[in-house]
């Protein structure tokens, strides 16, 4: 019995068990990091994406904005051609013309893309741009770059030689 005893209370190879425990709890902890290393490198991926898809969408939506702010176009004039509506001026006779001949909304979508008259200062591969117009003559911008969208609605002014412009537009969030 008093060497059972004497075996239940020695302290050899207690170091040895400790070192074991910590090697073991390294490693649970290492394998852990490893695990999540690569997951959280494929979310901060997508948050990249995300940012860069925001950033298109803005500064598109609000070059559009200082663009068509103030632009003028004569309502009561002859129907533009299609081969001017490559520009915002003639964009924006075409749908005049449109609405003033059907008296309906009328729209037009454009694909964002590099180089062109509408994305010369941004540079986005993929995306559209949307106007759509009243029959009062607002103008509805939507822009939309992957999962970002932003809406630039722009009231109309009508002068009194039937000259139509377009005022301070207001950029929300869709």
């Not at 770059?145 to 030689?161: F, I, N």
Request: net charge negative; proline share 3%.
């Amino acid at each position: 019995m008093g060497y059972i005893n004497q075996k239940l209370k020695s302290r050899a190879g207690a170091s040895l068990l400790f070192a074991l425990l910590v090697i073991l709890l390294c490693s649970m902890a290492g394998s852990v990091l490893i695990t999540a290393a690569p997951a959280s490198a494929g979310r901060l991926n997508g948050l990249k994406e995300d940012k860069t898809e925001y950033y298109a969408a803005f500064s598109t939506v609000r070059v559009l904005r200082d663009q068509l702010e103030g632009l003028t176009v004569d309502g009561d004039g002859p129907d533009q051609p299609d081969a001017e509506q490559d520009t915002l001026q003639g964009l924006l006779a075409g749908l005049v013309s449109q609405v003033r001949s059907t008296g309906e909304p009328a729209q037009q979508r454009w694909g964002l893309s590099h180089g062109g008259d509408l994305t010369d200062r941004v540079r986005q591969s993929l995306g559209w741009v949307e106007f759509s117009m009243d029959a009062g003559y607002r103008l509805t911008v939507q822009v939309c770059c992957g999962s970002s969208a932003y809406t630039l609605r722009l009231p109309v002014m009508e002068q009194e030689d039937g000259t139509l412009q377009w005022l301070e537009g207001e950029i929300t969030k869709e």
